[in-house]
Every structure is written in C-alpha cells, then in structure tokens.
C-alpha cells in the first residue's frame, strides 16, 4: 500500500520561498510517476511539477517556470518541490502523488494519479 507525506508548507510572504518534502512508503516496483499539484479555493487542481522516478525526466509547469523545480532523493523515497519567488497567486493547498506508469510524468495530470498525500498548505500573503 503506497503512502505519501507531504511536509513544508507555510505562511510566507511575496518573494519568499519554501521546501515542500513528500515521502513516500509502499512505493516498490518500477514504471512509476511522482507529482506535485495544488489546489486552490474555487479551483480546479492543477499540476505544478511531475517527474518520472526511473528517468528523471521531469517538467514544471509555465505558471511556475523558473521559479519552481522538482527534485529527488531516491534513497530516501523523497521528492522535493523547491518553490521560490513566491506570488499570492501560488497560494493553495499542495498534494503529492504517484502513478504506476512513468511516462504520464509528461502530462501532468491530476486525473491520472492513483495514491495522493494528504496535502500541506502553502500561503503566501504579505
């Protein structure tokens, strides 16, 4: 059974940055997926950053680009979300998920994943 435990989020203002960890357990086998999505209040959820755990390809979002980047720590079953420069508009509550095929990390789509964390909420606000 896959579980995922997201960690990091916080108040922070304009132009701030902040390190949100998902760690996963269960996670064996191979051809698997890893993304990060947020969801704001009245929103839909939305992908922000996706990687493919075997390859490391990975993408981000152009609402994010340059600002955000995903990464990993294999040994750890740890992904990790460097967020900086910080808008309100990135305001939300961000969940971690998984998928059991490795090549959906191109698309980035919330439909797709099957086990999601819990989520941890990120505010940015002055």
């Known amino acids: 059974q896959v579980q995922l435990v997201e960690s990091g989020g916080a108040l922070v203002p304009p132009g701030g940055s902040l390190r949100l960890s998902c760690t996963a357990s269960?996670?064996?086998?191979?051809?698997?997926?890893v993304g990060w999505f947020r969801q704001a209040p009245g929103k839909e959820r939305e992908g922000v950053s996706c990687i493919d755990r075997d390859i490391g390809a990975s993408k981000v979002a152009d609402s994010v680009k340059d600002r955000f980047s995903i990464s990993e720590d294999r040994a750890k079953n740890t992904w990790i979300l460097e967020m900086t420069s910080l808008k309100p508009e990135d305001t939300g509550t961000y969940y971690c998920?998984?998928?059991?095929?490795?090549?959906?990390?191109?698309?980035?789509?919330?439909?797709?994943?099957?086990?999601w964390g819990q989520g941890t909420q990120v505010t940015v606000s002055s």
């Open positions: 998920a998984t998928t059991w095929n490795g090549g959906l990390w191109y698309y980035c789509l919330s439909e797709d994943y099957d086990h």
């Open positions: 269960g996670l064996t086998g191979e051809d698997v997926a």
